[in-house]
């Protein structure tokens, strides 16, 4: 949580957030987290596994900021991230680094 800006903001910084996914695949199968607004951040995790998404969709929508739950946002890219050949692992760094700087 010491990297989500309302976190920071609020002085929450304690926590972190979890997504267990299927070894090689994107499905989720559950989440861990620890985190003041846990029961709050929850919801989009359950939602997106009743609804059949995966990482990859969460990653891909549009969330509030700055709120707690961009810690989810921030896991999922974080995921595939993984995923990502060492070009394009170049060229993601610098446009998220792009991005934070437009954030301040």
């Given amino acids: ?40 951040m929850i919801s989009e995790v359950s939602l997106a596994m009743v609804g059949g998404l995966g990482l990859k969709t969460i990653a891909n929508v549009i969330h509030p900021y700055p709120t707690q739950a961009e810690a989810i946002r921030q896991a999922a890219e974080e995921y595939n991230r993984t995923r990502l050949t060492p070009l394009a692992k170049s060229v993601l760094r610098l446009w998220l680094a792009g991005r934070r700087i437009l954030r301040r």
């Avoid at 989500?4 to 929450?12: H, L, M, P, S």
């Fill in 1 to 40: 949580m010491k990297e989500v800006d309302r976190a920071v903001t609020d002085g929450e910084e304690e926590g972190f957030v979890k997504v267990h996914v299927k070894r090689g695949a994107d499905k989720i199968l559950g989440a861990t987290i620890v985190a003041r607004h846990a029961g709050d």
